[in-house]
């Protein structure tokens, strides 16, 4: 759903590094893997939602990856970073964004409903879902 978000836009491209991988895939092994694709000078940063971060010390080795790249967080709608653990607050960067309120469970919600996700996704990513049947509840 990646690529089909990002096809055409020649600025973007998808690494396939954690689907490519066999087993259980961990964010400091996909960034272990691309220090060893773009060398050790190569700044890699980890952008994410700021949420993301309340369970970060369950993350496998978490101290590690912090170490291994930057962390670009950015704010949720109505999140308070009070919730993030002071020692992973000092060491990420946090970015303010305008929110617009849409979040991967919003989307599963809105979809096993059977409302709509037009406007929040791109087409070719609704079609995808509808055609696969993603995300419907239950019969």
């Known amino acids: 759903m990646v690529c089909l978000?990002?096809?055409?836009?020649?600025?973007?491209?998808?690494?396939?590094?954690?689907?490519?991988?066999?087993?259980r895939s961990y964010a400091v092994d996909t960034v272990r893997e691309f220090r060893e694709q773009y060398g050790a000078d190569a700044e890699i940063?980890?952008?994410?939602?700021?949420?993301?971060?309340?369970?970060?010390?369950?993350?496998?080795?978490?101290d590690a990856l912090l170490d291994m790249c930057r962390f670009i967080a950015v704010t949720r709608p109505e999140y308070d970073l009070s919730r993030v653990p002071d020692a992973i607050r000092e060491k990420a960067e946090f970015f303010t964004i305008t929110g617009i309120g849409i979040s991967s469970t919003d989307m599963r919600a809105r979809i096993a409903e059977g409302r709509s996700i037009r406007y929040r996704t791109p087409a070719s990513v609704d079609a995808y879902i509808s055609e696969r049947g993603l995300y419907r509840a239950a019969s």
């Open 5 to 23: 978000a990002t096809e055409g836009h020649p600025t973007f491209r998808v690494a396939r590094a954690e689907i490519d991988r066999p087993g």
């Open 45 to 62: 940063c980890w952008v994410l939602g700021a949420d993301s971060l309340i369970d970060f010390e369950i993350w496998k080795d978490g």
